[in-house]
């Protein structure tokens, strides 16, 4: 259920980001909206993986941090941090949910409102941590807990989202530097600034006005997720992809740009920033948009179509533990299946053997192993693939005296990466740019990796 809200989530933000506003300055300047006479997000909690309340920010009035019983009575029901609900129903309110970095970021509401429109501000909150701190840790969050107040502050007004977007925020809140942090401390001031941003003050808040840049230049990647599901014979039991385009745009004034795709009918599921005009893509199927400036997600989007998921590694396996005795055999060979010519790098194995599995002596023709009699966890770092000479892991398992043959074989994990393709097939086609004189420096860099690439056995 978290993956479709995440995967809706921008396209819901996009739709809602105006009844929002309208909403805070209200009808005619006296009458506010249905919706506006509650608070959409009235506290916020940032829980760590201990289970302790970190943080908290409440806007008005403060709620008590029982409230989060019922979220810590719903996570103990979970089997595994993905598992929480992301909508928590109580008596008196809602608590919404996001799982990030180790992080639960727990937002408390007072009546019923749109739940994608949550989740999405708290993916916000998120990135602009990230984009702030260089990480969105506990430990960052604690370093930085006065510019994290006042982000908050500046992002969220009367519980309504207000400046969302990391050009404005940067604009009204200088990023921490070690310099500033020196002298905030003596002089006892703040990284927030006096002036109204520009943007705020145009019809496109997402970007700064009167940018300038020596060299123009404009990048993307194409970056796709595997999540795939293979069986005994090597079969697809279950394939997607996720997929998303990050944008780096650094150029003058107030470019608009066009980009075209060789083959967008591939793509379902699409998601686009704010800045996208969805009415060309519904009609053209080009994305047309005046971007903001510096880095930011331009689009996800989802292929669901098993039969255009191309599987590019496939795994030949041998499992097995005798009837009786302590001892079995394992034999595993990855090798490439359909990868366009390119390399599949930094490949990885993880297997989760069972308990009774006390030690394994293998021997790899490509790569190490390692394996932990604690966590009973085997891990061969392949590395790079040689198509010239498939890599192959064999050898004994060492099992617990008398134990019982275990039930079933263990499942093997791959991670993997190609450098410069799109498994999906997707390619951009060209860049266009309108408004602006000059010509920008234009590059497209793709990159394939596994998601959950898993192989039973």
Not at 295 to 318: E, T
Not at 383 to 388: D, E, L, T
Not at 431 to 439: H, I, N
Request: charge should be negative; include cysteine.
């Amino acid at each position: 259920m978290s993956q479709v809200f995440e995967s809706n989530a921008s396209c819901v933000w996009s739709l809602l980001q105006p009844f929002a506003t309208t909403t805070l300055l209200g009808v005619n300047g006296n009458q506010e909206l249905e919706l506006g006479q509650n608070k959409m997000i009235h506290s916020l909690f940032l829980i760590n993986s201990a289970g302790d309340i970190f943080l908290e920010k409440h806007w008005k009035s403060v709620v008590s941090r029982s409230v989060c019983d019922y979220f810590f009575e719903a996570q103990g029901k979970a089997k595994d941090v993905e598992n929480v609900p992301p909508v928590i129903p109580t008596p008196h309110h809602y608590l919404i949910s996001i799982y990030q970095d180790k992080i639960f970021f727990v937002a408390v509401i007072q009546t019923e409102v749109p739940p994608l429109f949550v989740i999405e501000f708290l993916h916000r909150v998120v990135e602009m941590f990230q984009d702030y701190f260089g990480e969105c840790s506990e430990a960052a969050i604690k370093e930085n807990v006065v510019t994290v107040f006042e982000l908050l502050e500046e992002m969220l007004d009367n519980g309504f989202p207000l400046a969302t977007e990391s050009n404005i925020l940067k604009e009204l809140i200088r990023p921490p530097t070690i310099l500033r942090s020196v002298v905030n401390s003596i002089t006892g001031s703040s990284n927030v600034g006096e002036a109204l941003p520009t943007g705020q003050l145009s019809g496109i808040p997402w970007r700064r006005a009167e940018v300038k840049y020596t060299n123009n230049e404009a990048y993307f990647d194409v970056v796709e997720e595997i999540d795939a599901i293979l069986d005994k014979s090597g079969s697809t039991v279950f394939a997607e992809i996720q997929g998303v385009i990050d944008a780096s745009i650094k150029l003058s004034g107030m470019p608009d740009l066009t980009l075209s795709f060789m083959n967008p009918r591939l793509l379902d599921d699409v998601s686009f920033h704010p800045c996208v005009r969805f009415k060309r893509w519904d009609s053209e199927r080009v994305l047309s948009f005046i971007p903001p400036d510096g880095n930011f997600r331009l689009m996800d989007y989802h292929v669901g179509s098993q039969n255009l998921v191309a599987i590019p590694v496939y795994v030949n396996h041998n499992i097995n533990f005798k009837e009786s005795g302590s001892s079995g055999r394992f034999d595993v060979t990855v090798g490439l299946k359909q990868t366009m010519g390119k390399s599949v790098e930094g490949v990885i194995m993880t297997v989760h053997m069972p308990k009774v599995v006390l030690n394994m002596n293998l021997t790899p023709t490509q790569g190490t192993y390692t394996y932990d009699p604690v966590t009973k966890i085997l891990t061969w770092d392949i590395g790079k693939i040689n198509p010239q000479k498939i890599p192959n892991l064999k050898g004994v398992i060492c099992l617990q005296s008398g134990a019982p043959k275990p039930e079933e074989n263990p499942n093997l994990n791959i991670q993997f990466r190609i450098q410069q393709l799109a498994i999906s097939g997707i390619k951009v086609n060209r860049l266009d740019m309108f408004g602006e004189k000059y010509k920008p420096f234009k590059g497209v860099k793709y990159i394939t990796k596994a998601g959950k690439f898993q192989v039973r056995t």
